[in-house]
Nanobody, 122 residues
């Protein structure tokens, strides 16, 4: 099975940018749709963004549209989340996930990373 490891989190001021990376351990990454989720303090996990296995389709939750960009590099088995114009409400642990459903967007994600902390100060 695929193992996912997130990196790139940290502390940034409001209005700043960060790029998160998610490295996958196996070639099965290339056949999986990938997603980013986040969980803020005292909140439930929420969907942030997804990208199809080919990279040709993307989806974003309304609150990040125009600010965040998801992308993938199949040769590096890595998916990215570029975050611009960060706001304090973006503070959360960010998780990447992989799903092998045939529908778009994916119906479920079956492999998850352990998360990376993003903190946005005001």
């Amino acid at each position: 099975q695929v193992q996912l490891v997130e990196s790139g989190g940290g502390l940034v001021q409001a209005g700043g940018s960060l790029r998160l990376s998610c490295a996958a351990s196996a070639r099965a990454f290339s056949s999986a749709a990938m997603g980013w989720f986040r969980q803020g303090p005292g909140k439930e996990r929420e969907f942030v963004a997804a990208i199809s296995k080919s990279g040709g389709m993307t989806s974003y939750t309304d609150s990040v549209k125009g600010r965040f960009t998801i992308s993938r590099d199949t040769a590096k088995n890595t998916v990215y989340l570029k975050m611009n114009s960060l706001r304090p409400e973006d503070t959360a642990v960010y998780y990447c996930a992989a799903g092998w459903t045939t529908s778009w967007p994916p119906r479920e994600y079956t492999a998850w990373g352990h998360g990376t902390q993003v903190t946005v100060s005001s």
